[in-house]
Nanobody
């Protein structure tokens, strides 16, 4: 059983910063990639940023230059540093872990953490 526990969400003013953290626990799984997705009211869940176990990163165009994803493989933890936040960044942010086993990819999700950008 894999559990993902997120922290760091909250209310911040436009232009402010937040740092999200997500720690994975459990046994019997490999961490091949971790990332963050977000879901705003009335919208589909979208990719924010991902990072592989080898350190390769990928960002949504809307957050490039403002958000930075990083990870600590030993701690099975992923971070998202969010700077220059905008009201359109308001959403529930979900942590994702991808674990590869043979030909299958297993996706695990956190419970979500609310980020609200408002003055």
């Amino acid at each position: 059983q894999v559990q993902l526990v997120e922290s760091g969400g909250g209310l911040v003013q436009p232009g402010g910063s937040l740092r999200l953290s997500c720690a994975a626990s459990g046994s019997g799984f490999s961490v091949n990639a971790m990332g963050w997705y977000r879901e705003a009211p009335g919208k589909h869940r979208e990719l924010v940023a991902t990072i592989t176990s080898g350190g390769s990163t990928n960002y949504a165009d809307s957050v490039k230059g403002r958000f930075t994803i990083s990870s600590d493989n030993a701690k099975k933890t992923v971070y998202l540093q969010m700077n220059s936040l905008k009201p359109e960044d308001t959403a529930v942010y979900y942590c994702n872990l991808k674990s590869y086993r043979a030909i299958w990819t297993y996706d695990y999700w956190g419970q979500g953490t609310q980020v609200t950008v408002s003055s």
